[in-house]
């Protein structure tokens, strides 16, 4: 189990409390890591299927991005079948790495991939409160999820529920974009959504995150409606938010191109951002 110094950081952790006139500093808390359990893969070849996965993640208490780790999807155009992978880990105080243990174990009960006759439902859960160790404070830190490719006549209906940290979709190292007919992220994690996909006809893309937002098209990407929103800012500012210097004449509340959407083109990319108004908290590249 590997261990990293963490200080919790709400208000009430931070505050010195006077006794008898002593001040008693806050407990420092590690957090515990554990990444030998080994991947789980679904008993079936994926056939078009709905992939949904839910990582409820890790709060660190301080919103630390290189603390929550998050949701990454490899998309493998060997793979035949969704397999999943995680890092767990859990927060407890420098002296008690019994708690974290505990914690730990439960949420290793919590991760699995769930399969019906029309998906495959790949999730991973807190584990429960032990000592110093909060239930909320444990998960999978990271969870890697590998999928099949796709494509153009076997498309993803792909969903992406990320609790804390990160979402990737095929934008790690070595991996492919994935062919989709719809994809729906929402990530309350404090760090980037990065997203690489290749959309076909009439797909809808509605991607959300709490801070940066990217999302990498081919460079022949059309659509019907393009829809960019910023949570802190209103219609006439979001404009400011966007770089859509790969695709020119990409806005807000048009089609794409906005004089002919090609013969191709997606129903819908909508994207979403919840964090601060910022140039460039969405970014529309190609690739």
């Known amino acids: 189990m590997r261990r990293s110094p963490f200080v919790i950081g709400s208000a009430a952790a931070l505050l010195l409390v006077a006794v008898s006139g002593c001040r008693i500093a806050p407990k420092e808390q590690l957090v515990f890591e554990d990444n030998s359990p080994p991947p789980q ?19 660190d208490g301080v919103n630390d991005p290189s603390e929550l780790g998050g949701i990454e999807v490899i998309v493998s155009s060997t793979a035949t079948r969704v397999s999943v992978v995680a890092i767990f880990a859990a927060h407890a105080d420098d002296d008690k790495p019994g708690n974290a243990g ?6 290793k009960k919590t991760l699995g991939i769930a399969e019906t006759a029309t998906s495959f439902d790949v999730t991973c859960g807190h584990g429960e409160t032990h000592g110093t160790a909060r239930g909320v404070g444990s998960g999978c830190k ?7 490719a796709g494509n ?10 990320g609790g804390s940290g ?18 729906v992220i929402h990530s309350n994690g404090v760090d980037d959504v990065d997203v690489r996909a290749r959309p076909v006809k009439d797909a809808t893309l509605a991607i959300e995150g709490r801070d940066r937002v990217t999302v990498a098209l081919p460079g022949d990407f059309s659509a019907k409606s393009v829809l960019f929103s910023v949570a802190s800012a209103d219609g006439s500012e979001v ?15 048009s089609a794409y191109p906005a004089s002919a959407p090609s013969a191709d083109a997606i129903t819908e990319l909508n994207v979403h951002s919840t964090g601060p108004s910022a ?3 969405i970014k529309i590249a190609k690739f």
């Open 239 to 253: 404009g400011s938010a966007v770089v859509a210097t790969d695709f020119p004449g990409m806005t807000s509340g």
């Open 41 to 59: 893969t679904a008993s079936r070849d994926w056939k078009g299927e709905t992939i949904t996965i839910h990582n409820e993640g890790i709060d």
């Open 142 to 148: 990271l969870l890697r999820v590998t999928i099949p």
């Open 102 to 107: 505990l914690s730990i174990a439960d949420a």
């Open 279 to 281: 140039p460039g908290v």
């Open 152 to 161: 153009a006549a076997m498309p993803h209906a792909l969903v992406v529920d």
């Open 166 to 183: 990160f979402v990737r979709v095929g934008r790690a190292e070595s991996t492919d974009a994935p062919h989709v007919k719809s994809i």
